[in-house]
């Protein structure tokens, strides 16, 4: 069964930098579209970006130029680098892993940008 262990949360100032990673496990990680989404208080679960396993990537508008999405297939792990974090980006992060028509979630990470 594919496990994500999401890690690299915390609390910053606005205009820090952040990194996520993701580790994946049980299963092939080189044939998964891997995503990040995060969900704020009150609001539903967006998609921030992915990665697909040719490394196309795709961003939020809101996000796009200070985040970027990498893998590494050789250590089974996808990052979000988090550049010029604003207030809005306080939420959950959860990775994501998609192929076909199966799908797994990780069990989120905290990120809050206050001062």
């Known amino acids: 069964q594919v496990q994500l262990v999401e890690s690299g949360g915390g609390l910053v100032q606005p205009g820090a930098s952040l990194r996520l990673s993701c580790a994946f496990s049980?299963?092939?990680?080189?044939?998964?579209?891997m995503g990040w989404y995060r969900q704020a208080p009150g609001k539903q679960r967006e998609l921030v970006a992915s990665?697909?396993?040719?490394?196309?990537?795709n961003y939020a508008d809101s996000v796009k130029g200070r985040f970027t999405i990498s893998r590494d297939n050789a250590k089974n792990t996808v990052y979000l680098q988090m550049n010029s974090l604003k207030p809005d980006d306080t939420a959950v992060y959860y990775c994501?892993?998609?192929?076909?028509?199966?799908?797994?979630w990780g069990q989120g990470t905290q990120v809050t940008v206050s001062s």
């Open positions: 990665i697909t396993t040719g490394g196309t990537t």
């Open positions: 049980g299963g092939i990680f080189s044939i998964y579209t």
């Open positions: 994501h892993a998609r192929v076909i028509s199966n799908a797994y």
